[in-house]
């Protein structure tokens, strides 16, 4: 089973702000079959990110990834107040896994 | 555009089983993949498995390898997932989602499954 270990545990900005997400893999993820996804309180998961780099349908170009390997980065440019909510990657290779997440809180 | 709406919540005894729903509307159902992920409270997300409808082949995470069974019926457009020998430890949302390419995209509104004596 690949572990994804996301860092920081919490990020603490303010808006306006760049964040930056890591996410490391135990061992390299095949073909960067690597997703972002943005989850607020009481709502389910939203897709930003997959195959490591491409955005979902309708998501800001404020938000993009990077990496391949075992190292990815989620970038937000700068952040809206809409986008403080926790983040997780997911590795979606022949058995899925999930990182711990990163909350991004406001400062 | 595609919708997954799942049954409502339930409240199950330790030992007992659930089965949760997950029926797909406004799109093609058979072709793309349903995944079953879980989330306890306060904690973070976990894949339990998927099935891909129109091949009835599903894979499971290792760790409920015996203790789900995540079913099709191409018929109702409605994917099932049953969780059984429950324990506390199973009281979690439990979300399904349409995978493309084994990213999920659409995500079901999540089932709150409660394990209590």
């Known amino acids: 089973e690949i572990v994804l270990t996301q860092s920081p545990g919490t990020l603490s900005l303010s808006p306006g702000e760049r964040a930056t997400l890591s996410c490391r893999a135990s061992?390299?993820?095949?073909?960067?079959?690597l997703a972002w996804y943005q989850q607020k309180p009481g709502q389910a998961p939203r897709l930003l990110i997959y195959g490591a780099s491409s955005r979902a349908t309708g998501i800001p170009d404020r938000f993009s990834g990077s990496g391949s390997g075992t190292d990815f980065t989620l970038t937000i440019s700068r952040l809206e107040p809409e986008d403080f909510a926790v983040y997780y990657c997911?590795?979606?290779?022949?058995?899925?896994?999930f990182g711990q997440g990163t909350k991004v809180e406001i400062k | 555009q595609v919708q997954l709406v799942q049954s409502g919540a339930e409240v199950k005894k330790p030992g007992s089983s659930v089965k949760v729903s997950c029926k797909a509307s406004g799109g093609t159902f058979s072709s793309y993949a349903i995944s079953w992920v879980r989330q306890a409270p306060g904690q973070g997300l976990e894949w339990m498995g998927r099935i891909i409808p129109i091949l009835g082949i599903a894979n499971y995470a290792q760790k409920f390898q015996g203790r789900v069974t995540i079913t099709a019926d191409k018929s109702t457009s409605t994917a099932y997932m049953e969780l059984s020998s429950l324990r506390s430890e199973d009281t979690a949302v439990y979300y399904c989602?349409?995978?493309?390419?084994?990213?999920?995209?659409?995500w079901g509104q999540g089932t709150l499954v409660t394990v209590s004596s």
């Open positions: 997911q590795q979606y290779g022949s058995s899925p896994t």
């Open positions: 061992q390299s993820v095949s073909s960067s079959y």
């Open positions: 989602a349409r995978a493309e390419s084994g990213y999920n995209v659409v």
